[in-house]
């Protein structure tokens, strides 16, 4: 299971943190990453890191702005998002990968508007 929180709104300009926490798997051994998905457009990837932590990808539209990070003893995944931007508003989704074994979180609406 994993249960994404940390949405909401912010301002243009603003921060947010969210958070993945993730159980009833052996989180260490899966890779994590975010995803969103705006009104009427397809899901993107936004940030991925290894089961380790040593390898990072970020979509080019926030890098330098986001950074994803994982805390294996707490099982927990994050986004940091800085210098958020209208384009940002979406539905981020936590999702985690095992060869053929994808998981996947409920969701939670991030809304940058003023």
């Known amino acids: 299971q994993l249960v994404e929180s940390g949405g909401g709104l912010v301002q243009p300009g603003g921060s947010l943190r969210l958070s993945c926490a993730a159980s009833?798997?052996?989180?260490?051994?899966?890779?994590m990453s975010w995803y969103r998905q705006a009104p009427g457009k397809e899901r993107e990837l936004v940030a991925a890191i290894s089961s380790a932590g040593s390898n990072l990808n970020y979509a080019d539209s926030v890098k330098g702005r986001f950074t994803i990070s994982r805390d294996n003893a707490e099982s927990t995944v994050y986004l940091r998002m800085n210098s958020l931007k209208p384009e940002d508003t979406a539905v981020y989704y936590c999702?985690?990968?095992?060869?053929?074994?994808?998981?996947w979180g409920q969701g939670t609406q991030v809304t940058v508007s003023s």
């Open positions: 999702s985690a990968r095992l060869g053929s074994l994808w998981y």
């Open positions: 009833g798997f052996t989180f260490s051994m899966y890779a």
